[in-house]
């Protein structure tokens, strides 16, 4: 069983889904930093932080200097504020151009005598002031509990957008490159040597693939690094596409990609490749790190039994270099 076409096969596609994650996450990255779509979520968030009466107030705590040195740009808001900033920014907001009281009493006094703090926004930080026990670090605490529990809910809706980009992304992916995962299976199953040969490019390649806390970073046999998805949306994939146009399996488009279309039941062949996208679509969509752990343990279960047979020749140009 270890040493069967089906676990190459599982590799194989696992590999493959892998690297195709990278580059769909990758994209999202790089759209989503040239939108500047984290900023702006964060703009509106601040701007929005309470329903009602808080504009003004959210507005003078983007324009602050705790938050505006935070960014490259003054006129670019940053993708990221720690708490300490937005509660400095609110204390601003409450002293104006007076000096902050040092008791609990009139720092209340001041929130109540603030023009620009009304409503709903006075009645918070009132409600603040009266949960932090009479304790000026108590109160500043407090104001940070809350800023982080609203960023939380802006990281859900930020995450479940960012999902919706990558399931589109999956699917242009699909389609471009022609990643027809029905097709690559009945291939691989028809020719066990392709399969094996697969299989061991992926094993030998693993070997150079770290995990890190922002994404993976994939070496050579001479420690040279091929890809570093960390912080560098894009950078690698153009690479990521060449070595996957490389592997020895059916991909991309040629002159015999519409040769189905003379078949007679030619219809069934088109339902056949709109399912093999779509199941690449979902695969992309579950991300490179499901489908590395996955592709680890299958390696891990392969190294404990009979290993791949290295010295079957893989088409030209096949292995990452």
Known sequence: MLDSPIIDIAIGLSFLYFLLGLIASSLNELI????????????????????????????????????????????????????????QGIIDVIKGAEELPNTIPEIRKQIKNNPIIKGDAQLWLLGLLDQSYSRLEGFYSKLEESYNDAMDRVSGWYGRKAKRTILILGIITSILLNVDT?????????????????????????????????????????????????????????RMVTDIGNFPIPLGWNSNSFDFFSEPKWGWSLLSKLAGWSITAMAIFLGAPFWFDLLSKIVNLR?????????????????ID
Do not use: C
């Open 182 to 238: 029905i097709d690559i299976t009945q291939t691989l199953w028809k020719n066990k040597e392709m399969a094996k040969a697969f299989s061991a490019i992926v094993a030998n390649s693993m070997q150079g693939i770290e995990k890190t806390g922002d994404g993976f970073k994939m070496e050579d046999a001479e420690g040279k690094v091929l890809y570093s998805i960390q912080n560098e949306p894009g950078k690698n994939i153009t």
């Open 303 to 319: 190294g404990a039994g009979n290993k791949p047979d290295t010295s079957v020749p893989a088409k030209k140009g096949s292995e």
């Open 32 to 87: 989503q930093t040239k939108l500047q779509s984290r900023s702006r979520e964060l703009h509106n968030a601040i701007i929005n932080f309470l329903d009602r009466d808080w504009d003004e107030i959210g507005k003078k705590i983007v324009e602050s200097p705790y938050v505006r040195s935070l960014s490259k740009s003054p006129e670019k808001l940053p993708s990221y504020i720690p708490s300490s900033s937005f509660a």
